[in-house]
T-cell receptor, first 113, second 110 residues
Framework: DSGVTQTPKHLITATGQRVTLRCSPR?????VYWYQQSLDQGLQFLIQ???????AKGNILERFSAQQFPDLHSELNLSSLELGDSALYFC????????????FGPGTRLLVL | KNEVEQSPQNLTAQEGEFITINCSYS?????LHWLQQHPGGGIVSLFM?????KKHGRLIATINIQEKHSSLHITASHPRDSAVYIC????????????WGAGTKLIIKP
């Protein structure tokens, strides 16, 4: 158990809908990272937050947004969902802002029908 | 050409064999990470190293900064080692995010 929690574990929804994925980092970790992993693909970095502020942005679509709250949990919002958004979404956390060891949550498996 | 290349892409071996997975990179780095993704999807960080060698149980990771190459070794492999092993690097420029390899899918047969 990495100490990073993600909810929900599974999510099935329809095209055009909006969903929110939630992540709670390990106690003491200030950075939260979001990744997307499509079927049989590698991890794609989406976005990083550090202590409430956006730190770095990767290949995140405009339909996706994220935020980190004062209690350091983070939410990833996916809107106008398309079939191709079906994927595993991972959250990871680390102590600092830079690329040290990241601890991964169990992931949220999203299926868009 | 990808900045982080892993080989082999797929590896099937018998239980007990010594396993080597390679990672080569083309950028200057401050650290290299090895992670393991289980068939169920969970990802675990195995090592972060910037020089030399680290060992944890049956896993050994080495890095040669001059050659821009790292290896992950598994001794006395076991079917439970079956997973995807991912190499990622932290580029020297701290503004960049981790650069990820495509992963090596390892299957250990009993």
């Amino acid at each position: 158990d990495s100490g990073v929690t993600q909810t929900p574990k599974h999510l099935i929804t329809a095209t055009g809908q909006r969903v929110t994925l939630r992540c709670s980092p390990r106690s003491g970790d200030l950075s939260v990272y979001w990744y997307q992993q499509s079927l049989d693909q590698g991890l794609q970095f989406l976005i990083q937050y550090y202590n409430g502020e956006e730190r770095a942005k990767g290949n995140i679509l405009e339909r996706f947004s994220a935020q980190q709250f004062p209690d350091l949990h983070s939410e990833l919002n996916l809107s106008s969902l398309e079939l191709g958004d079906s994927a595993l979404y991972f959250c990871a956390s680390s102590v600092g802002a830079y690329q040290e060891t990241q601890y991964f949550g169990p992931g949220t498996r999203l299926l868009v029908l | 050409k990808n900045e982080v290349e892993q080989s082999p892409q797929n590896l099937t071996a018998q239980e007990g064999e010594f396993i080597t997975i390679n990672c080569s990179y083309s950028v200057g780095i401050s650290a290299l990470h090895w992670l393991q993704q289980h068939p169920g999807g969970g990802i675990v960080s195995l090592f972060m190293l910037s020089s030399g060698k680290k060992k944890h149980g049956r896993l050994i990771a080495t890095i040669n900064i001059q050659e821009k190459h790292s290896s992950l070794h598994i001794t006395a492999s076991h079917p439970r080692d079956s997973a995807v092993y991912i190499c990622a690097v932290t580029p020297m420029d701290s503004n960049y995010q981790l650069i990820w390899g495509a992963g090596t899918k390892l299957i250990i047969k009993p």
